[in-house]
C-alpha cells in the first residue's frame, strides 16, 4: 500500500511537470500573439488618427506603403518594399538596361553611401567614387530619407540634370557635382588583351554577363592563335556592385573544376544551400588575377572569394565592400514586391565576409591622378649602345633580334598602361612573371 502511494504521488508529480512544461511554451506562444494583436491595433489606431486629424488629406495607400518600407528597412540596409514601378525598374536593371545616373547606393548612418559608379555612365564620367557620402541631391538633404526615397529624386528624365553635394574622405568640405541623367545600357562584361593577357571586366552581374564573358574570352583566346600563347587572364570586379547570385556562380564556376562555390545559410539550418562548381576550365588552367576594389560587393566578392579560398586566382587590389548577404525578391499583390534579406552567403572555407570584404593577397593602391605633372628629364637614359664608337651585336640572328623587339614593346606598352591604370599593370606583371618562371620549368 505504501509502494503504491508513493508511485501514485510520483506519478502526480511528474503529471504536474509535464503540464506545466508543455503549458509554459503555449502560454508564453499565446502572450507574444496577444502582443502583436495588440500592435496591430495600435497600428489601426495611428492610421484612423492621421486619416482625421492630420493638417492636410492624406494619401491611404502611400500612408501604408510607407509604413511597411518602414518595417523592411528597419531590419538592414537592403531589405525594402518596391512599388510596382520600382519593382519593374529593377527587373529591368538585372536586364542591364535602365535609366539614370549609374550609381549602385546603399545607406549607412542615415546617409546615402556610393558602393560603386558604373563604368562609362554620368557618375563615372563625374568623378564619383566608391565610399562618397551624397548628402543631397538638388539642395534637397538626404538625411533620413528612405533609400528608396533618395534614389527617386535622382530619377528623372533623359537628359534632364541633377545637382548631388557630396561629403568626401579627406576633404574637409562638400562639394557639388552636376550630372545630366542618361539611359544606361550596360555591357555586363567586355574583354580585351593587354600584351599575352586577357582582361575580362565584369561591371555587373546580371544575366548577360556570362554568357558576354564566356564569348569574349573566346575571341581573344582565338586572336592570340590559342590558349598556350596567353600569359594568363585578369578579372577586372572593381567597382562591380553584384548582381544575381546565379551569375556569379556561373563566373567562378568557368574556372574551376570542382570543389564547392559558395553556400548560403539562413534562419532554418534546412533552407541551407551549397553551390559546387562542375568540370572544365575556360583557360585550361592557366593563371589567373583577380581584381578587387571597395567597390567590389555582393556577388563580386562571392567570385573573388571562391578563386581565391581555392588557390585559383591571386587576389590584387584593396579591400572589397563587405556585402555577404542574400536578398530574395518576393512578389506581392498588384505587382509590387519585397526585397528581404533570407540569407548570408559563406565563401568555400566557411568564412563570412558580412561587414569585412575580401582581404586581397597582394594589397595595391591606386595613385590619385596628379594634378600638377612633375617635369621629366629631357635627357634621353644613357645606354650602352648610346655611346660612340661601341660594338654591335653581331650574335643575334633575325628571329632572336625580333624576339628582344616583341618583349621590350610588351614591357612599354605595360609601362604606358601603368600610367593609366597601376592596379591592372601590377596585374598583367604577376601573369607575365608566372609565365615565364612556367616557361622556364617546362624547359
Same mark, same amino acid.
Given at each position: ?53 492630420? #493638417? ?84 534637397? &538633404? ?160 562571392? #567570385? ?10 591571386? #587576389? ?32 568555400? &572555407? ?13 594589397? #595595391? ?79
Amino acid at each position: 500500500m505504501k509502494k503504491y502511494l508513493v508511485s501514485a504521488l510520483g506519478g502526480t508529480a511528474l503529471g504536474l511537470l509535464v503540464t506545466t512544461q508543455f503549458a509554459a511554451p503555449l502560454m508564453a506562444q499565446q502572450e507574444d500573439s496577444q502582443t502583436l494583436y495588440e500592435q496591430l491595433d495600435l497600428f489601426g489606431t495611428i492610421l484612423e488618427r492621421i486619416r482625421a486629424n492630420y #493638417v492636410e488629406e492624406v494619401d491611404e495607400k502611400q500612408l501604408i506603403e510607407a509604413a511597411i518600407n518602414g518595417m523592411l528597412t528597419s531590419l538592414d540596409p537592403h531589405s525594402s518594399y518596391l512599388s510596382a514601378d520600382a519593382a519593374a525598374d529593377m527587373r529591368v536593371q538585372t536586364r542591364g538596361a535602365f535609366g539614370g545616373l549609374g550609381l549602385e547606393v546603399t545607406q549607412e548612418d542615415g546617409w546615402v553611401k556610393v558602393v560603386s559608379p558604373m563604368d562609362g555612365t554620368p557618375a563615372e564620367a563625374a568623378g564619383l567614387q566608391a565610399g562618397d557620402f551624397i548628402t543631397a541631391v538638388d539642395g534637397q &538633404s538626404t538625411m533620413g530619407l528612405v533609400l528608396d526615397d533618395a534614389v527617386e529624386l535622382m530619377r528623372g528624365p533623359v537628359g534632364s540634370e541633377v545637382t548631388l553635394t557630396i561629403a568626401r574622405e579627406g576633404s574637409s568640405d562638400t562639394f557639388d557635382v552636376a550630372l545630366v541623367r542618361d539611359t544606361i545600357r550596360l555591357t555586363a562584361a567586355r574583354a580585351r588583351t593587354e600584351g599575352n593577357s586577357v582582361v575580362l571586366r565584369l561591371t555587373t552581374f546580371s544575366d548577360q554577363t556570362y554568357d558576354n564573358m564566356a564569348s569574349g574570352l573566346a575571341e581573344q583566346i582565338e586572336a592570340a592563335g590559342g590558349i598556350d600563347n596567353v600569359d594568363g587572364v585578369v578579372i577586372d570586379l572593381r567597382n562591380n556592385p553584384g548582381g544575381l547570385l546565379n551569375q556569379a556562380i556561373y563566373v567562378a564556376d568557368a574556372f574551376l573544376d570542382s570543389g564547392e562555390i559558395v553556400s548560403t545559410r539562413g534562419r532554418d539550418p534546412a533552407q541551407s544551400e551549397r553551390y559546387n562548381a562542375t568540370p572544365g576550365d575556360l583557360i585550361e588552367g592557366k593563371p589567373l588575377v583577380v581584381l578587387i576594389n571597395g567597390g567590389s560587393a555582393s556577388a563580386s566578392e562571392i #567570385v573573388a572569394g571562391a578563386l581565391q579560398d581555392h588557390g585559383r586566382a591571386i #587576389v590584387v587590389g584593396t579591400q572589397s565592400f563587405g556585402k555577404g548577404s542574400v536578398q530574395t525578391l518576393m512578389p506581392l499583390e498588384g505587382e509590387a514586391a519585397m526585397r528581404l534579406t533570407t540569407a548570408r552567403y559563406y565563401t568555400p &572555407s566557411g568564412r563570412s565576409i558580412q561587414a569585412v570584404g575580401v582581404s586581397p593577397d597582394i594589397i #595595391v593602391e591606386q595613385p590619385q591622378p596628379r594634378t600638377d605633372e612633375a617635369e621629366t628629364p629631357n635627357g634621353a637614359l644613357r645606354t650602352e649602345a648610346s655611346l660612340r664608337g661601341s660594338l654591335n651585336n653581331d650574335s643575334l640572328t633575325d628571329d632572336e633580334r625580333q624576339h628582344l623587339e616583341e618583349q621590350r614593346a610588351r614591357a612599354e606598352a605595360t609601362a604606358a598602361l601603368r600610367q593609366q591604370d597601376y592596379q591592372m599593370a601590377y596585374a598583367i606583371d604577376i601573369l607575365t612573371g608566372l609565365s615565364a618562371m612556367n616557361v622556364k620549368a617546362a624547359e
